[in-house]
């Protein structure tokens, strides 16, 4: 592994085995617990290994606490987690690529775990497990709650994606696919999983789930961090829609404020309940959860077609060529 700011490579050395990547924007409070724990795994998976931190931008300390850390430090200016993973792909050089959200925190035996899957030639792509950090506020615990164990809904669901808060692919595969849609500012890992399906297809390749291989989230504290985070994931959920139906798919439907309702009805009904001293209060919180979380997915998801249909009207497939089967 290299320290420093640039990425220094020398044609003599061996190539790693697998590169991990670490997107960062304004993470100083997250990236030296993250990267503690990478470091640790990587010492007790012993095998040839590059970590590479993505500074995107960021306005704090990320970079300057990353560069603590014997890990590489590259810069990305241009703003967005796609244009920071694939300007890690571009700087690590092992034919496995790991990915890691900087909010997360993995066990000792993650990249062993992850890497080990590969050793089978049919996987091309590894979902590891997501779990939740440290419960300190009511936010965090009704993350938690919604979230579940979330890449266990992914691996799935039909089609099946990853969530590349904790995920791997094979080099090839990232580089015959495009890598990231810089223009998938939100909802990236399902877009990219869904052109990884079809090579995947034409490989008869598989996506393998290690729920073992654990990466704990850190979930954002207040509830507007809660609200924003909601929106935003269904505003990747409209762009990816968008997406979809300019390639010829189904048209891009979202829900409407009508599903609301129900939602603020639960809420104004625990609200009256607590009132009369009835009722838990753990129940007013949930409730609250609820609708904001249904309010922001109707807000967001409506945006993310919008705008969508705007950005994929001329050039629906982006770096990557149309699927050839």
């Not at 190539?15 to 795994?41: F, K, M, N, Q, Y």
């Not at 430090?73 to 690590?92: D, H, K, L, Q, Y």
């Amino acid at each position: 592994m290299v320290s420093g700011r640039q990425v220094h490579v020398d044609a003599a050395d061996p190539i790693p085995e697998v590169s991990v990547v670490i997107p960062v924007r304004d993470g100083e409070d997250v990236v030296g617990p993250c990267l503690s724990t990478v470091v640790e795994s990587v010492n007790r998976f012993g095998g040839p290994c590059e970590v590479v931190v993505v500074d995107n931008g960021s306005r704090d300390r990320s970079a300057g606490i990353a560069a603590g850390y014997p890990v590489t430090v590259v810069e990305e200016p241009e703003p967005g987690v796609s244009n920071a993973r694939n300007r890690g792909i571009a700087s690590t050089r092992a034919p496995i690529v790991c990915f890691l959200d900087v909010d997360c925190q993995v066990e000792p035996d993650w990249l062993r775990g992850m890497v080990a899957e590969f050793d089978d030639p049919v996987v091309g792509c590894v979902g590891g497990g997501l779990g939740h950090g440290p419960i300190e506020t009511g936010a965090q615990r009704q993350a938690a709650r919604i979230l579940g164990r979330w890449q266990d809904f992914g691996v799935v669901s039909d089609p099946p994606y990853v969530v590349t808060a904790n995920a791997a692919f094979r080099r090839w595969i990232l580089e015959e696919i495009g890598g990231f849609d810089p223009r998938m500012v939100r909802a990236q890992d399902v877009e990219i999983s869904l052109r990884y399906n079809r090579v995947a297809e034409r490989e008869q390749l598989e996506m393998r789930y290690v729920p073992a291989a654990l990466a704990r989230h850190t979930h954002r504290r207040t509830w507007r961090g809660f609200y924003d985070q909601q929106r935003g994931w269904a505003y990747g959920a409209g762009l990816c829609a968008a997406k979809l139906e300019a390639q010829g798919g189904t048209r891009a439907t979202t829900a409407d404020l009508s599903s609301v309702w129900p939602q603020l009805k639960g809420f104004l009904f625990v609200c009256s309940m607590r009132l009369r001293r009835r009722g838990e209060r753990g129940y007013l919180e949930e409730a609250w959860a609820n609708l904001l979380r249904q309010y922001g997915w109707v807000t967001g998801g409506r945006k993310g077609v919008k705008r969508g249909r705007r950005i994929f009207a001329e050039d629906p497939w982006g770096p990557a060529n149309p699927p050839s089967v």
